[in-house]
Nanobody, 117 residues
Framework: QVQLVESGGGLVQPGGSLTLSCVASRSIYSIYRGWYRQAPGNERELVATISSGGYTNYADSVQGRFAISRDNTKNTVYLQMNSLKPEDTAVYYC????????????WGQGTQVTVSS
């Protein structure tokens, strides 16, 4: 079993920056790793993904402002968030999909990001 622990969330003013970290309890083969977010009353939405080859994909709403990266030696995925907006307020979840059947998804418990004046 793999446990994911997110950290780095907090309260930040609009225009500010935060870096989220997701540390896995052990290494795991996965083609994609990603960050999702969910605000109360809203659906959980994809924020960013990074492939094993380093290719990144972002939601249109965060394109140009967020950057996802990984450090395999530390079993860690990062999300650098810049130019934060109030609409970025949500609980952010780390996701890792196992690269072998049954391709199980592993989720962290989330870290709160609040963007407010």
């Amino acid at each position: 079993q793999v446990q994911l622990v997110e950290s780095g969330g907090g309260l930040v003013q609009p225009g500010g920056s935060l870096t989220l970290s997701c540390v896995a309890s052990r290494s795991i083969y996965s083609i994609y790793r990603g960050w999702y977010r969910q605000a109360p009353g809203n659906e959980r939405e994809l924020v960013a993904t990074i492939s094993s080859g380093g290719y990144t994909n972002y939601a249109d709403s965060v394109q140009g402002r967020f950057a996802i990266s990984r450090d395999n030696t530390k079993n860690t995925v990062y999300l650098q968030m810049n130019s934060l907006k109030p609409e970025d307020t949500a609980v952010y979840y780390c996701n890792v999909r196992d690269g072998v059947p049954p391709y199980r998804d592993y989720w962290g418990q989330g870290t709160q990001v609040t963007v407010s004046s």
